[in-house]
């Protein structure tokens, strides 16, 4: 089975810095690609960065794009996001998982964390 467990989440003010880090338990992490996704109250779940199983190749939505930056490190089986510049409209829970398929889709992502809450005050 496989088990991802973010962490990093917190509070901070509009222009701020955060990094999540998602830990990952389970055979073969370093062969999936992995992607973060958030989900504010009452909308739904978007994507926001993926990364391939190298780590040389990463996506971003438009709206963190510049502001968000996805890496890996595979001897610790973790992903990390590091969130700079964060917005109020940045607040939501933020999930990793394991791509399976499309990069964009969370219906191509086979198995999800539980999320971990970032907070940004205006």
């Known amino acids: 089975q496989v088990q991802l467990v973010e962490s990093g989440g917190g509070l901070v003010q509009a222009g701020g810095s955060l990094r999540l880090s998602c830990a990952a338990s389970g055979r073969t992490f370093s062969s999936y690609a992995m992607g973060w996704f958030r989900q504010a109250p009452g909308k739904e779940r978007e994507f926001v960065a993926s990364?391939?199983?190298?780590?040389?190749?990463?996506s971003y939505a438009d709206s963190v794009k510049g502001r968000f930056f996805i890496s890996r490190d595979n001897l610790k089986n973790t992903v990390y996001l590091q969130m700079n510049s964060l917005k109020p409209g940045d607040t939501a829970v933020y999930y990793c998982?394991?791509?399976?398929?499309?990069?964009?889709?969370?219906?191509?992502?086979?198995?999800w964390g539980q999320g971990t809450q970032v907070t940004v005050s205006s």
């Open positions: 998982a394991r791509r399976s398929g499309l990069v964009t889709i969370p219906g191509q992502y086979d198995y």
């Open positions: 990364i391939n199983w190298s780590g040389d190749i990463t």
